[in-house]
């Protein structure tokens, strides 16, 4: 994904769409099937969501790197790069307390959201030529995508500090 940034046109910029969906959508079905067939490991719990968080910071970075996030526009970009950041250090900072933070069905509407936005973006101006108001969408879409992430973020917020409040006043093992 990263190397087909770096070439010029069309072809380069559709292909680096169809792989970051290639990558979302074996992303889902990964999930699925795991879940579905009993098959869940320690090993995909620990590595999807920071799959998710990485195909995402990644592209986000790409998009603002090569001018298809600009001015006001990249705002958005750093408010979902603030939220995951916040929410994967509560969880490294909860662990140790055997604390977990769950992931609720709007965090994972928040993912989707996200992943479909971003496709939007990857297109670039070259987007438009194929699906009308496609760059619009993208760019449109990206707030959609941080309001779920500032929304699913301040949930996972105050679970989180209502769990370090308690570990604070010494009562840590009633939030386990």
Excluded: C
């Amino acid at each position: 994904l990263i190397v087909l940034f770096f070439f010029p046109g069309p072809v380069a910029a559709w292909s680096a769409v169809g792989l970051f969906v290639l990558a979302a959508i074996t992303d889902f079905f990964d999930g699925y099937f795991a879940r579905s067939l009993n098959q869940v490991t320690a090993f995909g719990r620990f590595l999807d969501p920071i799959a998710d968080k990485l195909i995402v910071t990644v592209t986000l970075f790409l998009l603002v790197a090569f001018d298809r996030l600009e001015g006001l526009w990249i705002l958005p970009a750093v408010i979902i790069l603030v939220r995951e950041i916040l929410i994967a250090g509560l969880r490294e900072f909860l662990g140790p307390y055997n604390i977990k933070v769950k992931v609720s069905p709007l965090a994972k509407w928040k993912t989707t959201v996200q992943l479909i936005v971003i496709s939007f973006l990857i297109a670039g101006p070259y987007g438009d030529l194929v699906i009308p108001y496609a760059n619009m969408i993208g760019h449109y879409g990206l707030i959609i995508a941080m309001i779920l992430t500032v929304i699913t973020g301040w949930d996972y917020l105050k679970a989180g500090l209502n769990a370090i409040q308690k570990i604070d006043s010494g009562n840590g093992d009633a939030v386990k």
